[in-house]
């Protein structure tokens, strides 16, 4: 699903990395000296290794940002179990892109998708999480008026837009006009919600000895509703096996 969902997001992602990074897994900040960039290349570095550099970096710079996305240090150490990514993973194009997707989703991509979060709404989200986007309207920051198109972080004396605002928007009506990845049909969906709610059901009952203790002071109608229970249950999970068996035959 995660990989299907990247592919979905890619017009985004292309733009994040052009304009980050101009589309280079393995660049670091513009303003980090040769001598203190990465002992190798970052795509051939773990990512708890990146977090070490960074680390090592970071009271000399501004930033240390690293990688096609540009993630700071204390971005990265918030983010990487979040995205499901192991410390041991390779920081490159895979692991990269699977983070930048766990960004997105921190600034409301599913929600955005969903159609719970309006166009300009997602874009300002965007554009406080990459400072090479722009805003899509005027907004106050800090007391400071910042202009339709500037960066959310324009003043700081080291960020800037590069992205326009119509490249952003395109982007974001076409992985929103793409099919979602994966729906499953209505009938798996609501055989999966039948068991859930029945798995609930039993949850209940206990397990072990205290369920062993139910069952023997358990009155006769209680143990055939049980039963009842049961058969219904294995009848739901018939059910559910012949639809995936069926799904898979016809398609």
């Given at each position: 699903?995660?990989?299907?969902?990247?592919?979905?997001?890619?017009?985004?992602?292309?733009?994040?990395?052009?304009?980050?990074?101009?589309?280079?897994?393995?660049?670091?900040?513009?303003?980090?000296?040769?001598?203190?960039?990465?002992?190798?290349?970052?795509?051939?570095?773990?990512?708890?290794?990146?977090?070490?550099?960074?680390?090592?970096?970071?009271?000399?710079?501004?930033?240390?940002?690293?990688?096609?996305?540009?993630?700071?240090?204390?971005?990265?150490?918030?983010?990487?179990?979040?995205?499901?990514?192991?410390?041991?993973?390779?920081?490159?194009?895979?692991?990269?892109?699977?983070?930048?997707?766990?960004?997105?989703r921190r600034r409301g991509l599913d929600d955005f998708l969903a159609g719970r979060m309006a166009l300009e709404a997602f874009?300002?989200?965007?554009?406080?999480?990459?400072?090479?986007?722009?805003?899509?309207?005027?907004?106050?920051?800090?007391?400071?008026?910042?202009?339709?198109?500037?960066?959310?972080?324009?003043?700081?004396?080291?960020?800037?837009?590069?992205?326009?605002?119509?490249?952003?928007?395109?982007?974001?009506?076409?992985?929103?006009?793409?099919?979602?990845?994966?729906?499953?049909?209505?009938?798996?969906?609501?055989?999966?919600?039948?068991?859930?709610?029945?798995?609930?059901?039993?949850?209940?009952?206990?397990?072990?000895?205290?369920?062993?203790?139910?069952?023997?002071?358990?009155?006769?109608?209680?143990?055939?509703?049980?039963?009842?229970?049961?058969?219904?249950?294995?009848?739901?999970?018939?059910?559910?096996?012949?639809?995936?068996?069926?799904?898979?035959?016809?398609?």
């Open positions: 699903m995660t990989d299907k969902t990247i592919a979905a997001v890619e017009p985004l992602l292309a733009v994040l990395r052009l304009h980050e990074s101009a589309d280079d897994y393995g660049a670091v900040w513009g303003g980090i000296k040769s001598q203190d960039h990465p002992p190798r290349p970052l795509v051939e570095l773990t990512v708890g290794q990146v977090l070490d550099w960074q680390d090592s970096i970071d009271r000399r710079y501004n930033s240390e940002a690293a990688g096609a996305y540009q993630i700071l240090e204390d971005t990265l150490r918030g983010l990487y179990r979040e995205a499901g990514v192991p410390l041991t993973a390779r920081y490159d194009r895979a692991t990269q892109d699977r983070l930048a997707l766990g960004l997105l874009a300002l989200s965007l554009a406080k999480e990459w400072a090479s986007l722009p805003v899509p309207h005027d907004v106050q920051v800090k007391g400071r008026t910042v202009r339709a198109g500037q960066s959310y972080y324009a003043g700081d004396g080291l960020n800037k837009a590069h992205a326009s605002i119509d490249e952003v928007m395109t982007a974001l009506r076409q992985i929103r006009a793409a099919p979602q990845p994966d729906p499953k049909d209505p009938v798996t969906s609501r055989i999966d919600t039948s068991l859930k709610e029945a798995t609930k059901v039993l949850g209940g009952a206990g397990t072990g000895y205290g369920g062993a203790r139910v069952i023997d002071s358990a009155p006769p109608w209680a143990l055939d509703a049980a039963w009842g229970l049961g058969l219904f249950l294995a009848a739901a999970l018939g059910l559910l096996v012949l639809a995936r068996v069926l799904k898979v035959v016809w398609k």
